[in-house]
């Protein structure tokens, strides 16, 4: 192991152990809401196994790469995908990651997460009011393209800024402001996240912030209940699976107000006297 390469830990049983569970979990959220995992599995392999934040999240992005595939096809066996403007949004999230790691040394990493909590905040509500239509469709105008690629840049600000997944802001955000059904919300977002996981997870393997024998564990896992996810986003009534998606995003806030919280500028001690 060179200095610079990050330590990993050991590939005993209790990592492949863990890793199952990890990607189970993961890939039973990821169909149900449409979003990538990498909220449960970059905690858990902090948690369970050692590893670190950058580890994790390269590790994170290169396992949802398969997941996200399945949960894909999942949804557009029900017809649930719409394929242009997933393509829209991704352009825009390439677009957008890239503004956001450059400007994250030049903004408070504190202010941006007490905005996102904010951001939330008003998403959750959102959910109690607005209610999907199951026969709602993404309609695509000059108009609502541009905008899915303005929605496209924005989430991809955020992941380069908080390393939040795209999943989060996308399918409360196609719901919402494009009055798009539930269904095709979650699996337009999957398949958006795709181009830009496989991107990332280049980048990351030549900066050897991937641990690929966990990545692959955790993807395989996690396909194997990313379906059963998928088909019980289609049974559960969109008013259900809206408070359930709310629940979840209140997990994410709640993390994100506790890292605001930890990472607040400590008020100054006392001045040590002169010597």
Not at 82 to 100: C, E, S, T, Y
Not at 146 to 156: D, E, K, R, S, Y
Not at 217 to 224: E, W
Request: charge should be positive.
């Amino acid at each position: 192991m060179t200095a610079a390469e990050t330590p990993r830990p050991a590939h005993d049983t209790r990592f492949y152990l863990a890793c199952v569970g990890i990607g189970l979990l993961a890939g039973l959220l990821s169909g149900l809401f449409g979003v990538g995992g990498g909220t449960v599995i970059v905690p858990f392999l902090v948690l369970l196994l050692g590893f670190d934040q950058r580890l994790a999240a390269g590790t994170s992005l290169a396992a949802i790469v398969p997941t996200a595939a399945v949960g894909v096809i999942s949804y557009a066996v029900h017809g649930s995908v719409a394929w242009i403007p997933a393509l829209l949004l991704a352009g825009g999230a390439v677009v957008g990651a890239q503004i956001g790691t450059w400007l994250l040394p030049r903004l408070s990493l504190t202010v941006l997460r007490w905005s996102f909590v904010g951001f939330l905040v008003a998403v959750i509500v959102s959910l109690f009011v607005v209610i999907p239509s199951r026969d709602a469709e993404l309609v695509l105008t000059w108009f609502s393209g541009a905008a899915l690629v303005v929605l496209g840049v924005v989430t991809g600000i955020l992941s380069g800024l908080i390393g939040v997944g795209g999943g989060i802001i996308v399918v409360p955000a196609l719901m919402v402001l494009f009055g798009t059904s539930d269904l095709v919300a979650k699996g337009t977002s999957l398949l958006m996240m795709i181009p830009t996981a496989v991107s990332g997870t280049f980048g990351n393997v030549r900066r050897r912030n991937v641990d690929l024998v966990a990545a692959a564990v955790v993807g395989v896992s996690a396909c194997t209940t990313t379906a059963l996810g998928a088909w019980a986003a289609t049974v559960i009534d969109p008013f259900v699976g809206n408070m359930l998606f709310a629940a979840y995003l209140v997990v994410i806030a709640v993390q994100m107000a506790l890292r605001a919280w930890r990472g607040r500028p400590r008020p100054a001690g006392p001045a040590e006297p002169a010597r």
